[in-house]
């Protein structure tokens, strides 16, 4: 089977005639990796979206993409001193039987009581390869919630990753994978705690189905000058099928005895007792499974306040079973 990188090679991107200028490409990739998806990136890259908001401005921003071939986004967001963003994110695109790329990296930089709560949900059909890259550099008493939901797309890889430099940051990753069909979702969150009373909390779900691979790797680091902070995490995956695979790796690295830190992962296939006991009570084989899915979904569609999307989130992970 080719690799990823070489699947992306050989879709048509087309020339890229309009580069960004060195004014624009000096001001990103400063907090990119420097791997294969990023040298791909920039070097199809023609535009740059700036978001700033202003010392005590308060604002929401809602982007729906509805792609119909290859695309490459690059977001730049500041926040400035006691501002609020509130960004809602929607990616789909129309049926197609070419196989296409979307590539999409968020630099996040955050100042002193910050706010952003960054909701995404992506629902790409399956002719979609989508790499998907946040990060956020976040100053004293700013926070981050991050509010994930990837259900399309062929191949995902999304990169969630919150450096906390200032003292008593914060930042939240909830997110949830649904997958069917042959998908796999490649997953990497990471809190990065530098200073003292910061906190940290990612909670990860996945369902997976019909010979689809899931893979998660997260990571909380505790360094030496973090002392009085909270690092927690979790990750949760349900096998509704025999062929599909999934991999769970908590990791904690922990420099520092002054802090609260706990993380715990389970990999299990969907309850065939739970199953029988419903299907006893009436219950056809399906309707016993949408219960159970339901049941493991709904308190991480239940932390968005948006009642339509949360709606056609449930409805699409149902879909699913």
Known sequence: MKSIINQIKEIKLGKNSNKLDKNNLNKIFNITYEDEFTKIHKKNLSKLNKIILEKNEIKTIEINENLEKSQFNHYLINCKENSELNIIIKINSKKSKEI??????????????????????????????????KKAILDNDSKINFYDFQLGSRYTKNIVLSDLKGKGSESRNYSLYSSKDNQTFDIINESNHYNEYTF????????????????????????????YSNGYQQSHSMILDNKSKSESIPILEIDNS????SHGATVGKIDKEK??????????EKE???IIVEGFISDLIKKIDNKNMQKEIHGEVIKKI
């Open 258 to 261: 002054e802090v609260k830190c």
């Open 100 to 133: 296409l790329y979307r590539s999409t990296i968020y630099e996040i930089y955050q100042e002193k009581n910050s706010k952003i709560n960054f909701i995404e949900y992506q629902n790409l059909k399956n002719n979609y390869i989508n790499y998907n890259y």
């Open 275 to 284: 199953i029988f006991y419903l299907m006893s009570r009436g219950f056809t």
């Open 200 to 227: 940290s909390d990612m909670i990860n779900k996945s369902t997976v189905n019909e010979s689809s691979i899931n893979s998660y790797i997260g990571t909380v680091n505790i360094t030496r000058n973090a002392k």
């Open 288 to 290: 016993s499974k949408k």
